[in-house]
């Protein structure tokens, strides 16, 4: 079975499944993931905002928008990864997303890695970065890749804030460039 056919049958049975139903009811579908199933790098936020919802693409609003410019600083497009988000349906009104309802996707997120095998996750924010590194703040944290056991490989993290704060927070828009800049040689220095 190809990367897309596996994908497809993780997506397919989250809504068979009938994970957290009641955010299923208030979206407009699932927005399970966007870019190349061979990836080297998975991009991970937290949950659809609304422009997510009605495409049904991960990251295409302001965000989005910011983490497309990124990629390009970085000589890289949307098609050379793959974006994910940990929560695959839109918490009403954009609200964060609740631990449970985390908790509900964590399974499927980790399959997804599973079949993709990415070199490096980056985490974008806190959400997605708690269940990589635990008990991590990202103030502290962000920028600095980490060499993590997962399932029965190791993985390295690469936790970011979350492009949507570089928005709001004109600081936090430099120090999210500086960080992103890491990644191609963080990228040689896994291939080595």
Same mark, same amino acid.
């Given at each position: 079975?190809?990367?897309?056919?596996?994908?497809?049958?993780?997506?397919?049975?989250?809504?068979?499944?009938?994970?957290?139903?009641?955010?299923?009811?208030?979206?407009?579908?699932?927005?399970?993931?966007?870019?190349?199933?061979?990836?080297?790098?998975?991009?991970?936020?937290?949950?659809?905002?609304?422009?997510?919802?009605?495409?049904?693409?991960?990251?295409?609003?302001?965000?989005?928008?910011?983490?497309?410019?990124?990629?390009?600083?970085?000589?890289?497009?949307?098609?050379?990864? +793959?974006?994910?988000?940990?929560?695959?349906?839109?918490?009403?009104?954009?609200?964060?997303?609740?631990?449970?309802?985390?908790?509900?996707?964590?399974?499927?997120?980790?399959?997804?890695?599973?079949?993709?095998?990415?070199?490096?996750?980056?985490?974008?924010?806190?959400?997605?970065?708690?269940?990589?590194?635990?008990?991590?703040?990202?103030?502290?944290?962000?920028?600095?890749?980490?060499?993590?056991?997962?399932?029965?490989?190791?993985?390295?993290?690469?936790?970011?804030?979350?492009?949507?704060?570089?928005? +709001?927070?004109?600081?936090?828009?430099?120090?999210?460039?500086?960080?992103?800049?890491?990644?191609?040689?963080?990228?040689?220095?896994?291939?080595?």
């Amino acid at each position: 079975m190809s990367k897309v056919a596996e994908l497809q049958v993780i997506a397919d049975e989250i809504v068979k499944d009938k994970v957290c139903p009641e955010l299923a009811e208030g979206a407009a579908q699932l927005v399970f993931g966007d870019g190349s199933p061979d990836a080297d790098i998975v991009f991970i936020g937290e949950a659809p905002g609304k422009n997510e919802d009605e495409q049904g693409l991960p990251f295409v609003g302001a965000a989005g928008k910011f983490l497309g410019e990124m990629l390009q600083s970085v000589g890289l497009k949307r098609s050379d990864v +793959y974006i994910t988000n940990i929560v695959k349906y839109r918490p009403p009104n954009n609200r964060d997303p609740e631990p449970e309802e985390k908790r509900a996707f964590w399974p499927y997120l980790v399959r997804q890695l599973d079949v993709i095998k990415p070199k490096l996750v980056v985490t974008l924010g806190r959400h997605s970065m708690e269940y990589f590194l635990p008990n991590q703040k990202i103030s502290v944290v962000h920028g600095e890749p980490k060499r993590i056991q997962f399932g029965e490989r190791k993985q390295v993290i690469l936790p970011l804030y979350h492009p949507a704060a570089a928005l +709001y927070n004109g600081g936090q828009r430099q120090m999210l460039l500086d960080d992103f800049a890491k990644i191609p040689t963080l990228l040689k220095q896994i291939n080595e």
